[in-house]
Structure formats: structure tokens, C-alpha cells
């Protein structure tokens, strides 16, 4: 026995220090030769399930500790916790944690990290603003990039308010989070001014360690880099954000969920375009691992654009396959219908797209109004303007709104349906007299419904809208003219007693030169001005008359050809059938005149045959643009088309090649 205990105590020995040394691999043998001599030491099953942890043998590190739950008790609770977090158990961690009696602030940082992960964001600010003001450590720093990263989720999916907790940006990790919250918020500007800070900050930070290459620098600010690019897309610079996010893409960081998020920014670049880039994209959206790396809105958003994805390349049945499976998994996110109504639309199933649009909004009234639109879209597509004006009268949320009327008014005009148009008027005035009586919507409303209503001659139904306006602001000489304009059709009294208010002639005069006026820039009439000064028409001196200029007549202009030596044809001015030497067209010839020699020559007989050569027939003049060679010339009245070749595959005329030129030949080719 005293041998044994000597074994027992080197092993110790051995296994302290291994811990020391961090050759944890050697301290879990010793470990196992302690238990094996004695399976229930419980400080011996406390060390190998450290060792276990500080190798990542998570694993095996909590089946020890399920096995050994008898005689380790809540004396492993953080390590249990721990491994079952890094296993990606995170309900099962978070359980653990709530059932120890005692919450150490080990236990709490691991809690606010489960809390993370869960996305209780609320809960999980609490716990790290706790740990920051009760405990001072030399982990205080990673404790407030902590908080910070939680400050920037709450902007970000929550899109909560941001609060000034007094964090430093003495860091670019902190510095980099700030950034992100700023981003939920919508300042793109600062936010990419922060992401700079970063940037400086990680270069200086890194290269105070000699061991840190370019490429490790590079790697470090790729996310930095990532969230440069994203910004430059919300601002509408795609290619340079295209640029950025590719030079991530080469880097190949380990970090499997910025691989994730900068391929799926690509593939809402490229849209519709680049679809073969896109594919290749999509493969790193499925790394393992990527679940437990990215929030719930992210993984959302990059299965609706792998459905998309699936629509643009013509993959009807894996479209429809994942857009059903996110309907499944998001029962009432609008999406994934309206991409399975997109899918149809494509079909040209517009009636089938309608069909299931609306029965997800009588489904989901909360979601109706975006559905709704889309509804309003396809109808009209399909050219039934009324039950798209139908669709869009039934969204409460917008039916009163100015675009709303603007778009129903327009519609209902181009069937020639006035009075839908001014029910859609009456409805919303009302609304806004209920609700926003004298507001700036309220008066745009009424005076646009009565200068609608005068334009279509509807000027008895005007006159309440004029009246309300007049009343408003009774210096307005235009809308008092337009209610005297109205009366004069209903009450010509009422008109009159309406027009003592209309202001003076002489108040109304303007100080203005009228020449200056006509001769302004802009002026669509100008009045041509007398060579002499406007006056009395003075009495004519007898004989003195009236002189009249002389036009200058224009020379005839000859033809090309004329030869002025040559007698003109007296029955030019007749139509050629009705003239003496006319003899007809020829219909066809004989295949015994038509030459073999170069194209275009005829044999001698042509001069026979030349009908220019009778003394019946007119002298000649010699054709504009004609070309005389050495062989002899077709005749004026038979002359042989040039033979067309047929073209080449290219389009282009082939020429044929010449001849080699005979030995001992003294001419060309």
C-alpha cells in the first residue's frame, strides 16, 4: 500500500505539472492511472474533465460528467454548462446555468453569452451591465465589446434606440460594434467613418506583435472590410461594394459566417444578372456550422434569396420547394408568398397568383397590405383597373393616404368613372375633417378635389370644396374667381354679391413695360416691331405712290446631262406610252442573244437590235452615272442585270480568287 500511495503522489506531481505546462494530452494519462487506482476521487474526475475541456473534447468532457453526476453533484456545473454551449446546446446550457444554487460571475458571463445566442438581447444587456459595475478584472475590456455587440444587435434586428453607456473606443473590436449600432440606425456616414477607426486601430494593434504577418492583418480586417462593402450598397455604390466584398471572398477566412454574409450581399448584387457567379455564391451560404454563427433575420434572409435564386434560373420545382418550406417554418411572413406568386406569374398563372394572395391576406390581416399591393399590381397587369381600384380601397392603412388618392383618382379617370374618382375625394376629406381639420393634407385634398371636379365640368358639385377654401384664406382672388365662375351656373345673385369682393381694376394694374415683357427670355409671342414710330397715318404727297419690290426670279436649275447643242425631244412632255417612238416593253429574250463573253457585253448583232440607232427614235443623251469600257456596251433598251452571288455563311460578299499567273504569259492574271 505505502508503494501505491508513492505512485498516487508522482502521478500528482506529473499531472500539476502538465497543467502548468499546458501539455494536457500527458495529464489526462496520469489522471486515468489515478482512477483506475480509485474510481470515485472526485478531484482526480474534476481534473480530466478540465483537461477534456482544454483540448475541445467537449464531448467526452460532459458523457464524464453525466457518468460521474453521483459524486461530482453541482461541483461541475459551469464546465457542464460550458460544454453543452460549446456543442451548440444552448437551451440545455441555459437550463444548467438557471438550476445552480450558486451564480458565480463565471456562471454569469456564460450566462449572458447563452443569452446572446438565444437573441434575448433585453436580458443579456442586464447581465453584462451588472458584471461591469461589480466586478473589476483584467477581463473588464471584453466585457464592454460585449455590451457593445449587444447594444448593436438591439439596433440592428430590433431596431431599438440606441443609449450612450459611456463605452470606450479605445479598441477596434469596440470601435467595430459602435459602428454596427449606428448602422441599425441609419447614419451610414458615421458608421463608415467608425469602420475606418477600426481599421486604423486593428493595423496599429497588430503590428505591435512580430509574430502577426500582412496576411494575418488582412484576414482580421476582413469583417471590417465586409461591413465597409455593405454600407456602400445601402448607399447605392454596388460595384465598389461587389469589389470590397470579392477581396473578402479571396481571403478565405476561417469564419464561416462572414463567408456566409458576404455571398449572400453578392448574390443581391448580381440580382437576375451573373447568375453563374451566383451559384458558385450560394455553396458557401452552406458551410457547416453557419446556423449557429448568424442570427435568425440572417439565415431568414439568405433561404429567400436561394428561392429567388432558384426563380431567376428557371428551377420551377426547387423555387416552389423552398418557398414552402419557409412558409412552414414563417407562417406568417409574407415572402415566401409572394415568391411562390412571382413563380406563377412567371408561369403566366396571374389568376393562380391572385388566388393565393388572397387567401394569405384574409389568412393574415396584419400582413395584408403589402399583399394587397402586390394584388393591385397583378390585376392590373391583367387590365381589370376596377378591381384593382377595389384591392386598393380596401387597405385601411392606406387608403387615405395622398399617393393612395393620387393613384385611385388616376386610375378611375382612365375608365372614365368620375364619380368613383370624387367618392374616393369625398372619403378622404372627410376622414381628414374627422381627424386633421384645417391640416395642410386636409386643404391640398379639398383643393385638388375641386379643381378635379371643374375640369370635368362638374362645377355645382365644386362649389362646397371652393366655399371651404375661400373661407380658409379669403385673399385668394384665384379661388374666388373659380367659386364666382360655379355660382354663375346655379345663383347668378349669389355670383354677383360674390364678385363685389373680387378686387379694383386699378389694384390690380402692374407697373410692367410691355415691350420689356414681350422681349424676355421665355416669351412665346413677340410682337414684331414697325420700322417707324407708331403715329398718325400721314397724307400722301400727290404722284407720290406706293413703291412695290420686285421679286428676284430664280434660275432654273438644268438637268446633269443637258447638252445645249442638242435638239430637245418635242413630245418630252408626254407620258412615254403616248409618244410616237414608244414600242412597248419587251417581255423576255431569247437565249440565242444573250452573249458569253464578260458579264454585261452582248455579240455584234446588238448594234442591229440598238432601237436608239432608228430614225424614228429621239437623239440620246448619255445617262448620269453611266460607265463606258473598252467592250461593247449594253443597249439603252435591253439592258442585262448584273448577276448577283450568293452570299457566303459570314454575310459578307465573297471575291473570287485570282488566277496564277501561266509560265512564259505575258499579260495580267
Same mark, same amino acid.
Given at each position: 500500500?505505502?508503494?501505491?500511495?508513492?505512485?498516487?503522489?508522482?502521478?500528482?506531481?506529473?499531472?500539476?505539472?502538465?497543467?502548468?505546462?499546458?501539455?494536457?494530452?500527458?495529464?489526462?494519462?496520469?489522471?486515468?492511472?489515478?482512477?483506475?487506482?480509485?474510481?470515485?476521487?472526485?478531484t482526480?474526475?474534476?481534473?480530466?474533465?478540465?483537461?477534456?475541456?482544454?483540448?475541445?473534447?467537449?464531448?467526452?468532457?460532459?458523457?464524464?460528467?453525466?457518468?460521474?453526476?453521483?459524486?461530482?453533484?453541482?461541483?461541475?456545473?459551469?464546465?457542464?454548462?460550458?460544454?453543452?454551449?460549446?456543442?451548440?446546446?444552448?437551451?440545455?446550457?441555459?437550463?444548467?446555468?438557471?438550476?445552480a444554487?450558486?451564480?458565480?460571475?463565471?456562471?454569469?458571463?456564460l450566462?449572458?453569452?447563452?443569452?446572446?445566442r438565444?437573441e434575448?438581447?433585453?436580458?443579456?444587456?442586464?447581465?453584462?451591465?451588472?458584471?461591469?459595475?461589480?466586478s473589476?478584472d483584467?477581463?473588464?475590456?471584453?466585457r464592454?465589446?460585449?455590451?457593445?455587440?449587444?447594444?448593436?444587435?438591439l439596433?440592428q434586428?430590433?431596431?431599438?434606440?440606441?443609449?450612450?453607456l459611456?463605452?470606450?473606443?479605445?479598441?477596434?473590436e469596440?470601435?467595430?460594434?459602435?459602428?454596427?449600432?449606428?448602422?441599425?440606425?441609419?447614419?451610414?456616414?458615421?458608421?463608415?467613418?467608425?469602420?475606418?477607426?477600426?481599421?486604423?486601430?486593428?493595423?496599429?494593434?497588430?503590428?505591435?506583435?512580430?509574430?502577426?504577418?500582412?496576411?494575418?492583418?488582412?484576414?482580421?480586417?476582413?469583417?471590417?472590410h465586409s461591413?465597409?462593402?455593405?454600407?456602400?450598397?445601402?448607399?447605392?455604390?454596388?460595384?465598389?461594394?461587389?469589389?470590397?466584398?470579392?477581396?473578402?471572398?479571396?481571403?478565405?477566412?476561417?469564419?464561416?459566417?462572414?463567408?456566409?454574409?458576404?455571398?449572400?450581399?453578392?448574390?443581391?448584387?448580381?440580382?437576375?444578372?451573373?447568375?453563374?457567379?451566383?451559384?458558385?455564391k450560394?455553396?458557401?451560404?452552406?458551410?457547416?456550422?453557419?446556423?449557429h454563427?448568424?442570427?435568425?433575420k440572417?439565415?431568414?434572409?439568405?433561404?429567400?434569396?436561394?428561392?429567388?435564386?432558384?426563380?431567376?434560373?428557371?428551377?420551377?420545382?426547387?423555387?416552389?420547394?423552398?418557398?414552402?418550406?419557409?412558409?412552414?417554418?414563417?407562417?406568417?411572413?409574407p415572402?415566401?408568398?409572394?415568391?411562390?406568386a412571382?413563380?406563377?406569374?412567371?408561369?403566366?398563372?396571374?389568376?393562380?397568383?391572385?388566388?393565393?394572395?388572397?387567401?394569405?391576406?384574409?389568412?393574415?390581416?396584419?400582413?395584408?397590405?403589402?399583399?394587397?399591393?402586390?394584388?393591385?399590381?397583378?390585376?392590373l397587369?391583367?387590365?381589370?383597373?376596377?378591381?384593382?381600384?377595389?384591392?386598393?380601397?380596401?387597405?385601411?392603412?392606406?387608403?387615405?393616404?395622398?399617393?393612395?388618392?393620387?393613384?385611385?383618382?388616376?386610375?378611375?379617370?382612365h375608365?372614365?368613372?368620375?364619380?368613383?374618382?370624387?367618392?374616393?375625394?369625398?372619403?378622404?376629406?372627410?376622414?381628414?375633417?374627422?381627424?386633421?381639420?384645417?391640416?395642410?393634407?386636409?386643404?391640398?385634398?379639398?383643393?385638388?378635389?375641386?379643381?378635379?371636379?371643374?375640369?370635368?365640368?362638374?362645377?355645382?358639385?365644386?362649389?362646397?370644396?371652393?366655399?371651404?377654401?375661400?373661407?380658409?384664406?379669403?385673399?385668394?382672388?384665384?379661388?374666388?374667381?373659380?367659386?364666382?365662375?360655379?355660382?354663375?351656373?346655379?345663383?347668378?345673385?349669389?355670383?354677383?354679391?360674390?364678385?363685389?369682393?373680387?378686387?379694383?381694376?386699378?389694384?390690380?394694374?402692374?407697373?410692367?413695360?410691355?415691350?420689356?415683357?414681350?422681349?424676355?427670355?421665355?416669351?412665346?409671342?413677340?410682337?414684331?416691331?414697325?420700322?417707324?414710330?407708331?403715329g398718325?397715318?400721314?397724307? /400722301? +404727297?400727290?404722284?407720290?405712290?406706293?413703291? @412695290? %419690290? &420686285?421679286? !428676284? =426670279? *430664280?434660275?432654273?436649275?438644268l438637268?446633269?446631262?443637258?447638252?445645249?447643242?442638242?435638239?430637245p425631244?418635242?413630245?418630252?412632255?408626254?407620258?412615254m /406610252? +403616248?409618244?410616237?417612238?414608244?414600242?412597248? @416593253? %419587251? &417581255?423576255? !429574250? =431569247? *437565249?440565242?442573244?444573250?452573249?458569253?463573253?464578260?458579264?454585261?457585253?452582248?455579240?455584234?448583232?446588238?448594234?442591229?437590235?440598238?432601237?436608239?440607232?432608228?430614225?424614228?427614235?429621239?437623239?440620246?443623251?448619255?445617262?448620269?452615272?453611266?460607265?463606258?469600257?473598252?467592250?461593247?456596251?449594253?443597249?439603252?433598251?435591253?439592258?442585262?442585270?448584273?448577276?448577283?452571288?450568293k452570299p457566303?455563311?459570314?454575310?459578307?460578299?465573297?471575291?473570287?480568287?485570282p488566277?496564277?499567273?501561266?509560265?512564259?504569259?505575258?499579260?495580267?492574271?
Open positions: 500500500m505505502a508503494s501505491g500511495g508513492v505512485a498516487v503522489a508522482s502521478l500528482w506531481t506529473e499531472v500539476n505539472r502538465c497543467g502548468q505546462n499546458g501539455d494536457y494530452t500527458r495529464a489526462l494519462k496520469a489522471l486515468s492511472k489515478i482512477l483506475h487506482e480509485n474510481r470515485d476521487d472526485v482526480a474526475l474534476q481534473c480530466k474533465i478540465v483537461c477534456l475541456v482544454q483540448n475541445g473534447s467537449f464531448k467526452e468532457a460532459l458523457n464524464a460528467m453525466n457518468t460521474h453526476s453521483k459524486w461530482l453533484g453541482g461541483e461541475v456545473v459551469f464546465e457542464k454548462a460550458y460544454c453543452e454551449y460549446r456543442l451548440n446546446r444552448v437551451e440545455s446550457a441555459l437550463k444548467t446555468i438557471e438550476s444554487p450558486d451564480q458565480t460571475d463565471k456562471l454569469k458571463e450566462y449572458g453569452q447563452v443569452l446572446y438565444l434575448r438581447y433585453d436580458e443579456c444587456r442586464t447581465v453584462y451591465t451588472d458584471l461591469i459595475r461589480n473589476q483584467e477581463y473588464e475590456e471584453e464592454k465589446t460585449n455590451l457593445a455587440a449587444v447594444v448593436a444587435a439596433s434586428w430590433e431596431k431599438a434606440p440606441t443609449e450612450d459611456g463605452l470606450p473606443e479605445s479598441t477596434y469596440l470601435c467595430y460594434n459602435t459602428a454596427c449600432a449606428l448602422i441599425g440606425q441609419g447614419q451610414l456616414t458615421e458608421a463608415f467613418n467608425k469602420l475606418r477607426q477600426a481599421e486604423e486601430l486593428c493595423r496599429v494593434s497588430l503590428a505591435e506583435d512580430s509574430d502577426v504577418t500582412e496576411e494575418d492583418i488582412e484576414s482580421e480586417l476582413a469583417v471590417i461591413q465597409m462593402a455593405y454600407i456602400m450598397q445601402l448607399e447605392g455604390r454596388t460595384d465598389e461594394a461587389l469589389q470590397l466584398y470579392n477581396q473578402v471572398i479571396k481571403l478565405k477566412p476561417s469564419d464561416v459566417g462572414l463567408l456566409a454574409v458576404t455571398a449572400n450581399n453578392i448574390i443581391t448584387i448580381n440580382k437576375d444578372q451573373n447568375v453563374f457567379d451566383s451559384k458558385k450560394v455553396k458557401l451560404t452552406n458551410a457547416e456550422g453557419v446556423e454563427k448568424l442570427a435568425k440572417q439565415l431568414q434572409a439568405i433561404e429567400f434569396n436561394k428561392a429567388l435564386l432558384a426563380m431567376y434560373t428557371n428551377q420551377a420545382d426547387q423555387c416552389r420547394k423552398l418557398a414552402s418550406s419557409l412558409q412552414s417554418q414563417n407562417p406568417g411572413h415572402r415566401p408568398v409572394l415568391i411562390q412571382a413563380q406563377l406569374c412567371r408561369e403566366k398563372q396571374h389568376s393562380k397568383a391572385v388566388e393565393l394572395l388572397q387567401q394569405f391576406s384574409e389568412q393574415n390581416p396584419e400582413s395584408a397590405s403589402g399583399i394587397k399591393l402586390t394584388m393591385a399590381q397583378l390585376y397587369v391583367q387590365g381589370h383597373v376596377t378591381k384593382a381600384c377595389d384591392v386598393l380601397r380596401s387597405i385601411e392603412e392606406f387608403k387615405h393616404k395622398a399617393g393612395m388618392v393620387s393613384a385611385l383618382v388616376t386610375m378611375y379617370s375608365e372614365e368613372d368620375i364619380d368613383s374618382a370624387i367618392d374616393v375625394f369625398k372619403q378622404s376629406i372627410e376622414y381628414y375633417q374627422a381627424e386633421q381639420p384645417g391640416s395642410a393634407a386636409h386643404l391640398a385634398l379639398v383643393r385638388e378635389a375641386a379643381n378635379f371636379k371643374l375640369k370635368h365640368g362638374r362645377k355645382k358639385e365644386a362649389i362646397s370644396d371652393l366655399e371651404q377654401l375661400w373661407k380658409k384664406n379669403t385673399n385668394d382672388v384665384h379661388t374666388l374667381a373659380q367659386l364666382i365662375s360655379a355660382y354663375s351656373l346655379v345663383d347668378t345673385d349669389k355670383a354677383k354679391s360674390l364678385s363685389k369682393h373680387l378686387p379694383s381694376a386699378d389694384t390690380m394694374s402692374f407697373n410692367l413695360d410691355v415691350d420689356e415683357l414681350e422681349n424676355s427670355h421665355g416669351a412665346t409671342y413677340v410682337r414684331k416691331k414697325a420700322g417707324k414710330v407708331v398718325e397715318n400721314l397724307p /400722301k +404727297e400727290p404722284g407720290q405712290g406706293e413703291v @412695290k %419690290k &420686285k421679286k !428676284k =426670279k *430664280k434660275k432654273g436649275k438637268p446633269k446631262n443637258y447638252d445645249p447643242k442638242a435638239t425631244d418635242p413630245e418630252r412632255w408626254l407620258p /406610252k +403616248e409618244r410616237s417612238y414608244y414600242r412597248g @416593253k %419587251k &417581255k423576255g !429574250k =431569247k *437565249k440565242e442573244q444573250i452573249g458569253k463573253g464578260t458579264q454585261g457585253a452582248t455579240t455584234g448583232a446588238s448594234a442591229e437590235l440598238d432601237a436608239s440607232k432608228t430614225p424614228s427614235s429621239p437623239p440620246t443623251s448619255p445617262r448620269p452615272g453611266s460607265v463606258t469600257s473598252s467592250s461593247t456596251a449594253p443597249s439603252s433598251g435591253s439592258v442585262i442585270p448584273p448577276r448577283q452571288q457566303s455563311s459570314s454575310g459578307a460578299t465573297r471575291k473570287k480568287a488566277q496564277k499567273k501561266k509560265k512564259g504569259s505575258k499579260g495580267g492574271w
